[in-house]
């Protein structure tokens, strides 16, 4: 069908894809350092040209900036700092200054205080920040700047030239029928054409992944990894936990071969950020990340907590875990890879907000120096790799290189192998410069095991949605103000059906109902004695659960709609 649509061409300088704190950053930092510089030519202090006028644009798939935006979140405010010195005095919309902390142990029923906050989850005097409504502030700052910006639009296919260089983006089409044709209100996409394209579209792009397959910009690296944060909000009845405090938690419900733990942020208002993470790297084909976070609720240190409460939003989303080892390519011809794109975040720190603000300055320090040059390839664009190295962003991150890693050996093997890190600079086992990882869907084992299948499936058949502490994933979903558009076509792509009623369910037991936590894949009957997939894709949360976790990987997760999905503003 592309072939017989006239779509509009539209010539941009730079373009970013996706809203997130790196794309935005990067992109005010870039048009003040064009400003200051052409004001300073202007004044006879740089004898080089003036840029001029540079156009800059942000595209964005969710509805408004900040709509599909998710996190914990206790920031690092350094890199803001240096993004915007004056942050506070211009309104930065911080939650509380983090005043009170404590680590818990838990075992099904006790909870163990350390006597010591670990190194690492040391975060006091940092930021309880909702991250929708940080990135809508840097989103109005960009305005202010004159940078362009376009809440649903999706990036849905990258452009290349025919030397595969990057040459921009094309957006998604809009008004087509779930049998694919175009309906009466149908518009095309546009052709958003850059001298370089900026892809921060947070762990997993769509647009990322194919970048990363064409041009092989993973070559020579370690398999990438994530984990899966599914968060609430929840209102206390009263202040049994104030604004400031933060918990992290360690142990149950994960069992000893599962990464994973909780958080809980105490916000104004009474209102608290409550969640649970669970690497994407587990073994049980059975566990259900969904169902381990009802489990953490019902600890009864937790259920004290949100005892007469109310819970009043969710969301999920996936976190970037492989570390420098698993970081591909960051640049090439034409194009940079920015924040969790790139898998600038700090898995050992559960941070990614202050390296994704970094990157993206310094992404726009490389792109300001191109825009000099007028060259836009990748020996001049590899300047990004060099300014990344030298920064204190690539210091913080090879610290902690082989984190996650150590984990793949038991959570016990994992906290050793962090220890030793931290004090030998990063090395795993306190020796090896690279411990390697297994990405998702291979750590994942066929159900050979039957003991530890039935052990996990009693376990959660204990488990009752009481919809005051617990709850099932529809009610979840309905509690993320979920909307897509029921007719178009699904955005979840899986290549052969036929897979998962024979060989995938006799494998793994159709994990894919047990790993999304939006209850978007069911198996139902098919009327002729057999099972067949139902893809409920107006469900869809945007976490990516299922693109990394599919055990055959013949499920691709591609944007809906331009507006579609989740809506996390203020979350």
């Given amino acids: 069908m592309d072939r017989k649509i006239e779509r509009e061409s539209v010539e941009m300088d730079v373009v970013f894809v996706g809203a997130g704190p790196a794309s935005l950053a990067g992109a005010l930092h870039l048009a003040r350092l064009i400003a200051s510089h052409d004001e300073a030519v202007a004044r006879g202090e740089r004898r080089t040209r003036a840029l001029g006028e540079v156009q800059i644009a942000v595209i964005e798939k969710g509805g408004a900036v900040g709509a599909h935006i998710l996190s914990g979140a206790v920031m690092d405010p350094c890199a803001l700092a240096e993004l915007m010195p004056d942050f506070l005095a211009q309104g930065a919309p911080l939650d509380a200054v983090v005043t009170e902390e404590e680590f818990l142990y838990l075992t099904e029923k006790r909870a163990l205080r350390s006597p010591l906050i670990p190194p690492p989850l040391r975060n006091h005097g940092y930021h309880i920040v909702s991250l929708s409504k940080l990135v809508a502030w840097l989103g109005e700052k960009c305005e202010e700047a004159g940078i362009n910006i376009f809440p649903g639009f999706p990036g849905v296919e990258v452009l290349y030239d025919r030397d595969d260089r990057v040459i921009g983006v094309r957006t998604g089409d809009k008004g087509i029928g779930r049998d694919g044709r175009p309906k009466s209100n149908f518009e095309p996409g546009v052709d958003l054409l850059a001298k370089v394209t900026v892809f921060g579209e947070g762990p997993r792009g769509s647009l990322t992944k ?3 397959t064409r041009l092989g910009l993973d070559e020579g690296c370690e398999p990438q990894v994530y984990s899966l944060g599914i968060k609430e909000l929840w209102e206390l009845p009263d202040d049994r936990y104030p604004a400031g405090r933060v918990t992290h938690t360690l142990g149950y419900p994960s069992d000893v071969h599962t990464y994973g733990g909780g958080w ?9 950020s409550l969640g649970y993470v669970t690497g994407l790297d587990y073994r049980d084909p059975s566990l259900d990340p969904h169902a381990e976070f009802q489990l953490f609720k019902q600890h009864p240190a937790i259920a004290r907590i949100l005892e007469g409460g109310r819970m009043i939003r969710y969301g999920a989303k996936t976190i970037v875990a492989g570390g420098i080892h698993a970081m591909p390519r960051i640049y090439g011809d034409g194009f940079l890879l920015v924040g969790d794109s790139a898998g600038f975040l700090n898995a050992q720190r ?11 300055m310094l992404a726009a320090e490389a792109i300001f120096e191109a825009l000099l040059a007028d060259d836009f390839s990748a020996r001049q664009l590899r300047r990004y790799r060099e300014l990344v190295e030298g920064s204190w962003l690539m210091r913080e991150l090879r610290r902690v290189r082989n984190f996650h890693a150590g984990f793949r050996h038991g959570r016990w093997l994992g906290l050793a192998n962090a220890g030793l890190q931290f004090l030998t600079g990063g090395r795993a086992w306190g020796i090896l410069d690279r411990l390697g990882t297994v990405p998702g869907h291979e750590a994942m084992q066929k159900l050979t095991d039957l003991a530890r299948r039935d052990a996990a499936t009693s376990r959660y058949a204990a488990l009752r949605f009481d919809g005051k502490l617990t709850f099932n994933k529809l009610t979840d979903v309905y509690h993320a103000s979920v909307a897509h558009e029921e007719d178009q076509p699904p955005h979840l792509h899986v290549l052969d059906t036929n897979v998962c009623a024979t060989r995938c369910a006799v494998e793994y037991g159709n994990p894919c109902e047990k790993f999304c936590p939006a209850a978007v894949y069911e198996m139902v009957d098919d009327g002729q004695g057999g099972r067949k997939l139902q893809i409920n894709f107006t469900n869809c949360v ?18 809906p709609e331009g507006g579609g999905g989740p809506d996390y503003t203020g979350m």
């Avoid at 809980?264 to 608290?272: E, F, L, Q």
């Fill in 210 to 212: 194919q970048l990363v």
């Fill in 264 to 272: 809980i942020y105490g916000m104004r208002d009474r209102i608290i």
């Fill in 350 to 360: 559960l941070k990614g907000i202050h390296t994704a603000i970094k990157s993206g």
């Fill in 542 to 559: 945007h976490c990516k659960t299922c693109d990394i976790m599919d055990p055959y990987q013949i499920i691709n997760w591609v944007p």
